[in-house]
């Protein structure tokens, strides 16, 4: 499978800035206020074709933002008097940016959670994943923004006053540095994330009837938990009429420790359902060969903790010695009387108690032909 960065630039919420950027860089050659409306148009037009893009749409919140304040200060272009002291633009846009930058860093677990209520759909989740990339862009354009106002205030107090070629660094050239330092060091932070994740195992997200309508790192499906449906293989084996059952592993996400069939896995993102099998086989018992597990019911697992489509198989063992290995925990073989008697008390984990019956059947009526 091909593996591509999970981040494309559309993530880097810096971009947002560049309205901003083109109204700084723009005052030194026109009149402010013509400088403000054509970086609002701008903002407005970047929205505008955002919003016009074929796809799912990546809500660029600094964007939004950004074409905000500029929109306010076209508002106050219209006032009479100087709303901008001649020459102060670039500082006056820096200093209106990162104020709402840092009420959003400083609100971004409100923020994120808010998108993340909102998820109904695959779509949705892309909201979210949007409203993180604008928390990220904030912190790094407020570091930029610190470290602007901490160079201001020690070249005044040493300094005073302050000589033209000092004005025109401090109040011209570090303001736009400060976004562009932003949109670089933002982008460089994509690069090196894609580099490290290129080679992130991925799963599937699907819907109930099994169609894949898109994908997520495996380690984020366990952190969204029930938010989105990922398909996952289990496998039941039987011997001699009985169930091969063992312990949960304790770092399982759902009935850790508890009593389950041995063997149980996501579906890789790319990967068939017989490409799944074999390699929870292989991985699972290594030492086995020409098992052939049956494909027997999928159906729609969900609780608080997750949100599975699930496809059970199941594999009957002449030769049951292929199972002596550690990887079983706590392993037996449980006749169906043994199992109902600890039916219904956490003993079991809840797929398995949900799967009971039809296993059963299938193992009673599969022994019930072996004796005929």
């Not at 960065?5 to 723009?26: E, K, Q, R, T, Y």
């Not at 562009?180 to 894609?194: E, G, K, P």
């Not at 993102?269 to 020409?290: F, T």
Request: aromatic content about 10%; proline content about 5%.
């Amino acid at each position: 499978m091909e593996h591509k960065g999970i981040l494309s630039s559309a993530f880097n919420m810096s971009l947002g800035f560049v309205p901003v950027i083109i109204s700084i860089l723009l005052c030194e050659l026109i009149t402010q206020d013509t400088a403000i409306y054509i970086g609002t148009g701008i903002g407005i037009v970047g929205i505008y074709l955002s919003h016009r893009q074929k796809g799912v749409l990546l809500p660029n919140f600094i964007l939004y933002i950004a074409t905000g304040v500029l929109s306010l200060l076209s508002l106050a272009a219209l006032i009479p008097g100087d709303y901008v002291p001649p020459g102060a633009l670039p500082l006056t846009l820096e200093v209106g940016i990162l104020i709402p930058m840092l009420s959003l860093y400083m609100h971004k677990r409100r923020f994120i959670n808010y998108f993340l209520r909102q998820i109904g759909a695959c779509k949705k989740r892309l909201y979210a994943q949007g409203a993180e990339a604008a928390v990220v862009s904030a912190r790094i354009v407020l570091i930029f923004g610190i470290l602007h106002f901490i160079i201001i205030s020690i070249t005044v107090i040493l300094q005073s006053p302050l000589s033209k070629t000092s004005l025109f660094v401090l109040y011209k050239i570090l303001p736009p540095t400060v976004f562009i330092m932003s949109i670089l060091f933002n982008q460089v932070a994509i690069r090196f994330f894609n580099h490290l994740m290129a080679h992130t195992e991925y799963v599937p997200i699907v819907n109930t009837k099994g169609d894949v309508i898109g994908k997520t790192p495996a380690i984020e499906a366990i952190n969204y938990k029930n938010t989105y449906i990922n398909p996952v293989i289990r496998i039941a084996v039987s011997t001699h009429g009985m169930l091969f059952l063992c312990d949960r592993p304790s770092t399982a996400i759902l009935d850790k420790n508890k009593v389950d069939v041995p063997m149980e896995c996501y579906l890789r993102y790319g990967e068939s359902l017989a490409e799944g099998v074999n390699r929870l086989i292989s991985n699972a018992i290594p030492q086995a060969k020409d098992i052939k597990p049956e494909f027997n019911i999928v159906y729609h697992f969900e609780n608080e903790v997750t949100n599975r489509l699930i496809y059970l198989f199941i594999i009957d063992l002449e030769d049951d010695s292929v199972l002596c290995t550690p990887r079983f925990k706590n392993s037996k073989l449980w006749n169906f009387k043994q199992i109902e008697e600890n039916l219904g008390k956490g003993f079991f984990s809840c797929c398995f108690e949900d799967e009971y019956e039809h296993l059963k059947n299938v193992i009673y009526i599969r022994e019930k032909y072996k004796e005929s």
